[in-house]
Nanobody
Framework: QVHLVESGGGLVQAGGSLRLACAAS?????????????MGWYRQAPGKQRELVAT???????NYTGSVEGRFTISRDNTKNTVYLQMNSLKPEDTAVYYC?????WGKGTPVTVSS
């Protein structure tokens, strides 16, 4: 069974930056299958539904939700079985728990709080 573990969340002032990481582990072949296919970062703010933030496809193409376009960057390091989310120019409205997803595998999330 593949597991995804997020890290890198925390408290930051508006305008600051954070880099989230999502590390995949488990049976080696299953882990490679998960991490090399489409991976995504989602977030859920208090009282709101979970929303898609960014995805990176198998070939490396990326997509972002409009509110983070130009501020967030998703990337992947296959040698480390890890997906990253670089978040710059953070805003209070980015405050949420951020989740990593690959196929039907979800991490438990890492909280991000942006103070004004």
């Amino acid at each position: 069974q593949v597991h995804l573990v997020e890290s890198g969340g925390g408290l930051v002032q508006a305008g600051g930056s954070l880099r989230l990481a999502c590390a995949a582990s488990g049976p080696i072949i299953d882990t490679i299958i998960v991490i090399t296919n489409t991976m995504g970062w989602y977030r859920q703010a208090p009282g709101k539904q979970r929303e898609l933030v960014a995805t990176i496809a198998r070939g490396g193409s990326t997509n972002y939700t409009g509110s983070v376009e130009g501020r967030f960057t998703i990337s992947r390091d296959n040698t480390k079985n890890t997906v990253y989310l670089q978040m710059n120019s953070l805003k209070p409205e980015d405050t949420a728990v951020y989740y990593c997803n690959g196929g039907n595998v979800w991490g438990k999330g890492t909280p991000v709080t942006v103070s004004s």
